[in-house]
């Protein structure tokens, strides 16, 4: 059983960044691999960005390529997600999820654990 506790969102103006973090029990975190998704208000769920189990790899959705950086720390159970040159539309709830099946995974059905979210507001 893997709990994540996200952390870090808030409110920041266009053009700014941001660090959220997703914190893990567990001593077998370095067995998952760990995606971002994101949720705005009357849409679906949409992944962000994924690393794999060891940190080595890492794949970006379009929107946020070049701007956002997913990292991990296995030693401190902890995945983040560094956010540079935010905009509106980035404005979203922020989840981050653990599976073993997932490397480098796009899908949310690979994915055994969730975390609560993350709310992250960009004004313009």
């Known amino acids: 059983q893997v709990q994540l506790v996200e952390s870090g969102g808030g409110l920041v103006q266009a053009g700014g960044s941001l660090r959220i973090s997703c914190a893990a029990s567990?001593?077998?975190?370095?067995?998952?691999?760990v995606g971002w998704f994101r949720q705005a208000p009357g849409k679906e769920r949409a992944f962000v960005a994924a690393?794999?189990?060891?940190?080595?790899?890492?794949y970006y959705d379009d929107s946020v390529k070049g701007r956002f950086t997913v990292s991990r720390d296995n030693a401190k159970n902890t995945v983040y997600l560094q956010m540079n040159s935010l905009k509106p539309e980035d404005t979203a709830v922020y989840y981050c999820?653990?599976?073993?099946?997932?490397?480098?995974?796009?899908?949310?059905?690979?994915?055994?654990?969730w975390g609560q979210g993350t709310q992250v507001t960009v004004s313009s």
């Open positions: 690393i794999s189990q060891s940190g080595v790899s890492t």
């Open positions: 567990g001593r077998t975190f370095s067995r998952y691999g």
């Open positions: 999820a653990a599976g073993v099946r997932a490397v480098i995974a796009i899908r949310t059905y690979l994915y055994d654990y």
